[in-house]
């Protein structure tokens, strides 16, 4: 039976994965986030976690399939490059899906919630560290559980937000107190530095926001959560 390893959270990624299977092939899957297994079918073989060059490499050594598909979102370069690369180093066939919406693929390839009850869901069921990018909106008040150290509020750098932040529980070192806008180098210079696997954004209908932190995000594999309706 062929064997088939396929990349991404996307939509794309589970219609081809249901496909593959109604075709008989066994579908092996790779994903980024604890969020984007629970959207596949129970049962379904998947890898979890974001994955380097060698990482990439290890998994598909490990699987074995008989050929790769990247249905990753249209902003992961850096894996579909290591896609194309391991493909070629193992001598492999793989394929990209095509998605006919570019521009506005990054709708569904983030975690869509609309109350504060959900928010704090992800964040628990996220075990990276984490940067809320709130601002001007009201601070969470998480659970005592929370684990804090992994929490980086980025708020307005006004005494009374670091206060707020500080009376909430988050570590003092952790509050990011910044005025925007936000440049891309900037942005992706924070994930590095704060080693960030998952954030939290208001709705980015502004387009300047949306490509000074979500793109960014989903080009780096970092797990975006966002606040609004899709």
């Not at 088939?4 to 092996?28: C, Y």
């Not at 932040?165 to 910044?178: E, F, R, S, T, V």
């Not at 530095?193 to 970092?222: C, F």
Request: hydrophobic fraction near 40%; aromatic fraction near 6%.
């Amino acid at each position: 039976m062929e064997r088939v390893l396929i990349f991404g959270n996307t939509p794309e990624s589970r219609h081809t994965a249901r496909m593959l299977r109604q075709r008989g092939r066994q579908v092996f899957m790779s994903v980024t986030s604890e969020y984007a297994r629970s959207l596949l079918p129970p049962g379904t073989m998947c890898h979890v976690g974001k994955l380097d060059a060698a990482g990439m490499l290890a998994l598909v050594r490990e699987v074995a399939p008989n050929r790769l598909v990247d249905a990753t979102h249209p902003y992961a370069v850096t894996a579909q490059e290591n896609i194309r690369r391991t493909a070629e180093e193992l001598g492999l066939p793989w394929e990209r899906v095509h998605f006919e919406d570019i521009e506005d693929a990054w709708r569904d390839s983030v975690e869509w919630v609309d109350t504060h009850e959900a928010i704090i869901a992800a964040i628990q069921r996220e075990k990276g560290n984490m940067l809320l990018g709130i601002g001007r909106d009201p601070l969470l008040h998480l659970p005592l559980e929370t684990d804090m150290t992994r929490l980086f509020p980025r708020v307005t750098p006004t005494p009374e937000a670091v206060a707020a932040c500080l009376q909430l529980g988050y570590p003092k070192g952790n509050i990011i107190a910044m005025d925007g806008p936000f440049s891309r180098e900037l942005t992706m210079a924070l994930f590095d530095q704060k080693n960030i696997t998952g954030v939290v954004v208001r709705d980015a209908t502004d387009k300047s926001y949306l490509h000074e932190m979500v793109v960014p995000a989903l080009e780096k594999g970092v797990h975006v959560v966002m606040y609004g309706r899709k």
